[in-house]
């Protein structure tokens, strides 16, 4: 024992402390005497004494509380407590306490040398102890900490590649490593011959492991899978895994895909010596988990990858184009069709804004509209005559998507049946007008009688209709065609006032009660003044058509931002939900127009293409039996526009 161990006294000056500072000097200790609660703390902030005697009390503080609460702070300290009494009670207290032992008088000097020599020797064994147990404590978890480090990493690999067979392999030489087993192997279930083969496997024998198969039924890696519970063997006598493979020691844990038991994680021992605890299963299980992880990963990814190759397949030979732009409009997917009607290279990159790599006007303008809601429409023309109809929508969570289909035929076959009913209808009116011609000379070569006369103004009427026919049908063909597409400031207050002029017989006649609501700041149109008072005698003419007698017709001219919105409602039957989107269409008329209601069906369509040709939009809102209110959006005139 080296005698230069620090030994402080913590005393009353006194007798005593001064036999104990004696004995323990010829003894050869060191020795520091405080008298006070203060020095003491003092000095064990500065010092590591090797024992501690207190005195029963030290100035005025009891000896053993102070002995209890330096005991919180060092708990390795030996302390010995003196007291002037050998009390029962004390005793007990002192060592309920936990100092060391305790002394009192008569003191001999042997006693006090043998009695700290006795508490310096058994802390000292407490000490190697403690460290031993540290030791052993840290070496238990430096192999967890390097167990938790193999899972850790094994699970970054699960997560990170698609590599099934790498990763299953990754787990089964895991599973040996952290079991210490001798092999693993990776059982999987082939469902249609009930048969377990080897999908990865450690230290076994690369033909044994390819040719690996064994019954469900009647094995212990068959049990696994049909009860769904692990099995941990260590056995003296050997155990047959299949017919002369025989093991000592064996962990089988399930793998589940979805509930569903789908093979068998397993690791074994042939030679005697070693066996598996609980705690190898509860890895094992943990290394099942990521088996288990992997191949459901392996799962989706297949699905995914076979929905993705459908999907490019579909959109590199649809015949239609397709670009798909996220919410900035830069560029995530062009199929070939795109590439080609834009005449596009393959320099053009993912990522780029769409109107840099393709700075088609229509395209721009198909791109500037809302489509908040709903999907645009614009057609694409190219210099070659090409035209295409363009339809730009949402993708919510994407961005949007345009298509273009090819319609260059179709508009072909447009201008085909426009110019060949323009030639009809002009070849029509030239035999109308002579009919009507004849019929009124009839009346004047010679007397009709009654009946002969009725005739006659039945051919007249159907005449005037057949010409009201061909009329439209010449106005609709030079609308469509642009002919007459002026652009001069038109004061649509003073159309309207025109419009109505012409229409108020038939308000007289029907009882009608006329509200115009015409705003006095109204800008002037920017149009053709001819096909806006045709615009409006079609639509106020309708409003008048469809309303019984004595119902009502209201007018709306406004002003907004730099248009000028019209509003006409009737009262009359309303249109069907399902003729809406038709009744703009050439000679469509809805299903419940009232019996004695003529038409031609051409009226909207001749307001739509008048519309359409001033840059404006025309709809309907309607309510069955309620009545209908067409609104229609022109662009009001700029000053700057020359007139
Ligand atoms: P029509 O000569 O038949 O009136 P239009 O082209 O003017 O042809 O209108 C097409 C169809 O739309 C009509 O046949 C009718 O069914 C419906 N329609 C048009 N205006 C009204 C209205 N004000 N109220 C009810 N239905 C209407």
Request: charged letters at 20%; hydrophobic letters at 40%.
């Amino acid at each position: 024992m080296p005698k230069s161990d620090l030994i402080l006294l913590a005393l009353d000056e006194s007798q005593t402390s001064q036999l104990f500072e004696r004995a323990l000097r010829a003894a050869s200790y060191s020795t520091a005497i405080v008298h006070d609660r203060a020095a003491l703390d003092r000095i064990l902030q500065d010092s590591s004494p090797a024992l501690l005697i207190i005195g029963e009390r030290i100035k005025n503080e009891e000896g053993m509380l102070v002995a209890k609460a330096l005991l919180e702070r060092f708990p390795t300290l030996p302390i010995l407590l003196f007291t002037e009494h050998d009390t029962p009670n004390l005793v007990k207290e002192a060592l309920h306490t936990g100092v060391s032992g305790y002394l009192y008088p008569p003191l001999l000097t042997n006693d006090i040398v043998n009695d700290v020599q006795h508490s310096l020797q058994r802390a000292r064994h407490m000490g190697d102890w403690i460290r031993r147990e540290i030791k052993r404590t840290t070496t238990s978890l430096e192999r967890r900490v390097s167990e938790l480090e193999t899972l850790v990493k094994l699970g970054r690999a699960v997560t990170s590649t698609l590599d099934l067979d790498s990763v299953l392999t990754n787990v089964v030489a895991a599973a040996v490593e952290l079991t210490g087993a001798e092999e693993g192997s990776l059982l999987l279930l082939d469902e249609a011959s009930d048969e377990l083969y080897m999908k990865a496997s450690h230290n076994f024998e690369e033909g044994f492991a390819r040719s690996f198969r064994l019954p469900v039924r009647d094995t212990l890696a068959g049990k696994v899978v049909l009860t769904g519970k692990p099995l941990v063997l260590n056995e003296a006598e050997p155990q047959k895994i299949m017919t002369a493979y025989l093991i000592h020691a064996l962990i089988y844990v399930p793998l589940r895909l979805q509930h569903r038991v789908i093979g068998v994680l397993g690791v074994d021992n042939r030679t005697p010596q070693y066996i598996f605890s609980d705690h190898h299963a509860l890895q094992m299980s943990v290394l099942a988990e990521y088996a288990s992880i992997a191949i459901e990963n392996a799962h989706l990814y297949q699905i995914s990858e076979t929905e993705r190759i459908k999907f490019e397949a579909t959109i590199t030979n649809i015949e239609n184009g397709v670009m798909i732009l996220d919410s900035e409009q830069r560029i995530l997917l062009v199929n070939p069709a795109m590439r080609a009607a834009f005449g596009l290279n393959s320099a053009i990159v993912d990522g780029q804004p769409v109107l840099d790599a393709v700075p088609h006007p229509d395209l721009r303008a198909l791109l500037s509209q809302n489509i908040q809601g709903r999907s645009k429409c614009h057609e694409i023309t190219f210099d070659d005559g090409r035209v295409f109809s363009g339809l730009h929508t949402s993708i919510p969570g994407v961005g949007s998507a345009i298509t273009m289909q090819d319609i260059t035929y179709l508009k072909r076959l447009d201008r085909l049946k426009s110019d060949f009913v323009h030639t009809v209808s002009h070849d029509l009116r030239s035999p109308l007008t002579a009919v009507l011609g004849y019929t009124e000379l009839l009346g004047r070569i010679g007397t009709l009688n009654d009946q002969q006369s009725e005739f006659l103004d039945r051919i007249k009427a159907s005449v005037q209709n057949i010409t009201a026919l061909v009329n439209d049908l010449l106005d609709l063909s030079r609308v469509e065609a642009g002919f007459d597409a002026r652009g001069e400031s038109v004061q649509l207050g003073e159309v309207l006032r025109l419009t109505l002029d012409n229409l108020q017989n038939q308000i007289d006649e029907k009882k009608l009660h006329l509200h115009l609501e015409l705003a006095f700041n109204l800008p002037p149109a920017q149009g053709n003044p001819i096909r806006l008072r045709q615009m409006l005698d079609n639509l106020v003419g309708n409003a008048i058509k469809y309303t019984p007698s004595g119902g009502d017709i209201y007018i709306k001219v406004r002003p907004e931002e730099s248009q000028i919105i019209i509003q006409v409602t009737d009262t009359g039957p309303g249109i069907l939900p399902a003729d809406q989107p038709y009744i703009f269409d050439k000679f469509y008329r809805a299903s419940n127009i009232p019996a004695d209601v003529n038409g031609s069906g051409l009226g909207l369509a001749i307001v739509k293409s008048i519309v359409d040709s001033h840059s404006g939009r025309v709809w309907v809102e309607s309510q069955i039996n309620q009545g209908s209110t067409f609104f229609v959006v022109l662009p009001a005139h700029e000053p700057s526009t020359p007139p």
